[in-house]
């Protein structure tokens, strides 16, 4: 599963981002170190891309590939390793193949509690935490993004009844219980899409509709892009988790909430669960503001949703994202495991915070930094290319779009305009003019203000007068103040008003008559 874009760009492909994340992709990728530098290859065709990295380069953090086609040579892990960064392999459906961190302490004591945690009750206890926090962020995203509080309010119920589950596959019922909840609010939401892409996808890309496959009857292989783009950002959330749990002297396969199986790493499981509704939140956050672009996305032959390049580049380097996000829930079952350890007084101690550094934060008296979730690339809702954040439209698109507003907007006037109280209100206009028409005397007119001075002097300033001014000084329409600036001569009792608003008097020798 190769993945789609609307996320920030790197400034130049073939280097590493801002967040030391290098992503390759493609055939016939190489990895080897030469002359004391990582030498990484990757492309395809004639779109190839050679870096060339120092052992110095300390901004580097992960090296994700994605693909199997190529070689990695131990020199090249041992040198990842060395400057403190980490290897992930994922292959082009989204799974997670293999991943490498940096050695890390390792207490055999955390290891053995992490065994017995089932049949101490530490378990229970941390699996009732990850999904307590599971379970607030699903209701917060139901509340605040799917404007539903009465779903939201049955999932914190949910919750709610943790505190009474005195087994694990009770909490296991009660997560099941409130997931079914959580995801028959998403059927509904639509997949946005530029107008030329309108036609050219499925029908089953224009809705969420279920989180489980029809391919698999599971989450994996998905069939619509952001359920792709969901199973993509849970492998890194894995990779992720896994990193963390290592560098705590955790073993990553022995779970506690979710069973044992082959090939499965558990814990890391558990502990993703944290994560979750923060994926889900920043999917269902690109749906609603942005639209999703054909070019990014491909259907097999089977119907599974594939990713292109482009996209998964882009969203595997939001992985340091969630390693912060999940540093302190590592901590966390770091440290429960630890209090269940029986050790002499002596030796009691607090677990080392190596992740969040929390401990000697606390000591300076500063708090965790926040995380900020990645955003995505603003694009255009015509054509989907990336445009200027403020816009709607690019400027092509802009035209067609304006055109239309126009013609709409003309064809709301034509029908508000031949309504009951639009003609009432013409009725009544025309009825006041006449009025004052007809009351007007003209002997109050000043003798000088003829019919020829005000068309010699007069009128050929008011074209430098606004419209809203001459329609507010005579109690006209803005309609008819256009015309008397285009040169149209108004009843005469306006004549002494729009004198006085050009400011022109004429003197005794300029006054007709004399």
Request: hydrophobic fraction near 40%.
């Amino acid at each position: 599963m190769t993945a789609s874009h609307t996320l920030a760009r790197s400034p130049i492909l073939g280097q590493i981002s801002k967040h030391g994340i290098l992503v390759m992709s493609g055939f016939g990728l190489r990895l080897k170190v030469q002359n004391g530098h990582l030498s990484a290859e990757w492309g395809i065709g004639e779109e190839r891309h050679n870096v060339c990295l120092p052992r110095v380069n300390r901004n580097l953090r992960r090296v994700i590939i994605i693909g199997s086609d190529g070689f990695a040579t131990f020199d090249a892990i041992r040198w990842i390793t060395d400057i403190g960064a980490s290897l992930i392999f994922l292959d082009r459906r989204g799974k997670l193949l293999f991943a490498s961190t940096p050695t890390a302490p390792s207490d055999v004591r955390m290891r053995r509690a992490q065994s017995l945690a089932l049949g101490n009750g530490t378990a229970l206890r941390i699996s009732r935490e990850l999904i307590s926090q599971k379970l607030d962020g699903q209701a917060a995203l139901v509340r605040d993004m799917l404007h539903n509080s009465v779903a939201a309010d049955a999932i914190l119920r949910c919750k709610a009844d943790l505190a009474e589950a005195e087994s694990i596959e009770a909490v296991r019922i009660i997560e099941a219980q409130a997931a079914k909840m959580y995801w028959g609010q998403w059927a509904d939401v639509p997949i946005r899409w530029p107008r030329k892409d309108e036609r050219r996808v499925p029908a089953n890309w224009k809705r969420f509709g279920s989180r489980i496959s029809p391919i698999t009857h599971s989450p994996r292989l998905a069939a619509n892009p952001p359920n792709a783009c969901m199973n993509l950002i849970h492998a890194l959330c894995e990779s992720e988790c896994r990193i963390a749990l290592i560098a705590m002297g955790l073993d990553p396969d022995i779970g506690l909430l979710h069973v044992d199986a082959p090939n499965r790493s558990s814990l890391a499981n558990d502990l993703q669960e944290i994560l979750r509704p923060r994926v889900d939140s920043f999917v269902l956050n690109w749906m609603q503001t942005e639209v999703f672009r054909k070019t990014d996305f491909w259907e097999d032959r089977n119907g599974n949703c594939r990713i292109a390049t482009s996209l998964a580049t882009k969203l595997c380097e939001t992985s340091q994202v969630w390693y912060r996000l999940v540093a302190r829930g590592a901590e966390y079952i770091a440290q429960e495991l630890s209090s269940s350890i029986r050790k002499p007084a002596p030796y009691t101690r607090a677990i080392a915070t190596r992740l969040t550094q929390s401990t000697k934060r606390a000591v300076k008296g500063s708090n965790l930094p926040a995380v900020t979730m990645p955003k995505h690339e603003h694009s255009c809702g015509g054509c989907g290319k990336t445009i200027r954040t403020g816009r709607t439209h690019c400027g092509h698109c802009a035209i067609e779009s304006a055109t239309q507003r126009l013609t709409n907007a003309a064809s709301t006037g034509r029908v508000v305009a031949h309504t009951a109280a639009a003609r009432a209100k013409r009725s009544a206009t025309r009825r006041r003019h006449a009025h004052a028409c007809s009351t007007w005397n003209s002997a109050t007119q000043p003798a000088w203000l003829t019919q020829d001075f005000f068309a010699r002097k007069v009128q050929p300033l008011l074209a430098s007068i606004s419209t809203s001014k001459i329609a507010g000084t005579i109690g006209v329409s803005r309609w008819y103040a256009g015309r008397i600036r285009e040169g149209y001569r108004p009843h005469p009792r306006h004549w002494h008003a729009l004198t006085e608003l050009v400011e022109l008097f004429p003197t005794l020798e300029e006054c007709p008559g004399r």
